[in-house]
């Protein structure tokens, strides 16, 4: 958030709660796993906005 390569830290946190709840979960979660994908689903803007500014700061920031 410093550097500006994030808008906001807690939305930044909230996304990575989400991810560990897909990504570590056990399978006999199935309520949890589909709840966080469907977090996730609605997050795709959020995270494509993310990747296209880190993508502008890096091509700025090393000329590439």
């Given amino acids: 958030e ?3 390569l994030i808008y906001d830290h807690k939305e930044w946190l909230r996304l ?3 991810r560990n ?6 399978p006999f979660f199935a309520d949890e796993i589909i709840g966080g994908l ?3 689903y609605d997050d795709v803007k959020i995270i494509s906005d993310i990747l296209t500014h880190l993508k502008r700061y890096s091509q ?4 590439i």
């Fill in 38 to 40: 469907n977090l996730l």
């Fill in 60 to 63: 700025e920031k090393f000329q």
């Fill in 2 to 4: 410093e550097m500006e």
């Fill in 16 to 18: 990575r709660e989400t």
């Fill in 21 to 26: 709840t897909v990504t570590h979960e056990y």
